[in-house]
């Protein structure tokens, strides 16, 4: 079955860096487009980057452009977001997700989130 | 951006009503629609796409309608498994955006 594992969450100062990584099983990643979509405590889902199944093409929501960025490693089966200069408004917890296709748009698996916390 | 507007951001109601919630995009959107539900600590959850497209092992309670403007995710007889909160997302346009979520209380 389909499972999408998040892990490298956790409290960073802002102007801080974190990586995060999404361990996938269950499907042939190389053949999925990939995102991730985060959610602040409390509040709704805000879609955040997008990858297409062959790495060729990113996509973000202006407000993270140029400070994170997406990737995939298909050997390894595992989606990352790298995240620079972050701000206290990025805390919030974050969803790996897999797109029904090779770049549809829509979520059809989702992993549990892992949280990042951005504070002083 | 296209705005989702979702309405209402709240339902109260009981076991074996029929519910209604209604998604309006700020643009045509070519029925790029899917819908979602999310339990509290838990991953949102593929419900409808393209739509009216109810993906694989969704209960057939739930489902979609819409062309535009409007677009409705219906279910209809709710079932105790059924409180949660529902978001509707476009997929047309680069944002994707989703709407601000319903959440159905039980009444």
């Known amino acids: 079955q389909v499972q999408l594992l998040e892990s490298g969450g956790g409290v960073v100062q802002p102007g801080g860096s974190l990586r995060l990584s999404c361990a996938t099983s269950?499907?042939?990643?190389?053949?999925?487009?990939m995102h991730w979509v985060r959610q602040a405590p409390g509040k709704g889902l805000e879609w955040v980057a997008a990858?297409?199944?062959?790495?060729?093409?990113?996509y973000y929501v202006d407000s993270v452009k140029g400070r994170f960025t997406i990737s995939r490693d298909t050997s390894k089966n595992t989606l990352f977001l790298q995240m620079n200069s972050l701000r206290t408004e990025d805390t919030a917890f974050y969803y790996c997700?897999?797109?029904?296709?090779?770049?549809?748009?829509?979520?059809?698996?989702w992993g549990q989130g892992t949280l990042v916390t951005v504070s002083p | 951006d296209i705005q989702m507007t979702q309405s209402p951001s709240t339902l109260s109601a009981s076991v074996g009503d029929r519910v209604t919630i209604t998604c309006r995009p700020s643009?045509?959107?070519?029925?790029?629609v899917a819908w979602y539900q999310q339990k509290p600590g838990k991953a949102p959850k593929l419900l409808i796409y393209?739509?009216?497209s109810l993906e694989s092992g969704v209960p057939s309670r739930f489902s979609g309608s819409g062309s535009g403007p409007d677009f409705t995710l219906t279910i209809s007889i709710l079932q105790p498994d059924d409180f949660a909160t529902y978001y509707c997302?476009?997929?047309?346009?680069?944002?994707?955006?989703f709407g601000q979520g319903t959440k159905v209380e039980i009444k």
């Open positions: 269950g499907f042939s990643f190389g053949d999925y487009g």
């Open positions: 990858i297409w199944y062959d790495g060729s093409n990113q």
């Open positions: 997302q476009q997929y047309n346009t680069f944002p994707w955006t």
């Open positions: 393209k739509a009216s």
């Open positions: 997700g897999k797109d029904s296709n090779i770049m549809t748009g829509y979520l059809d698996y």
């Open positions: 643009q045509s959107i070519n029925s790029r």
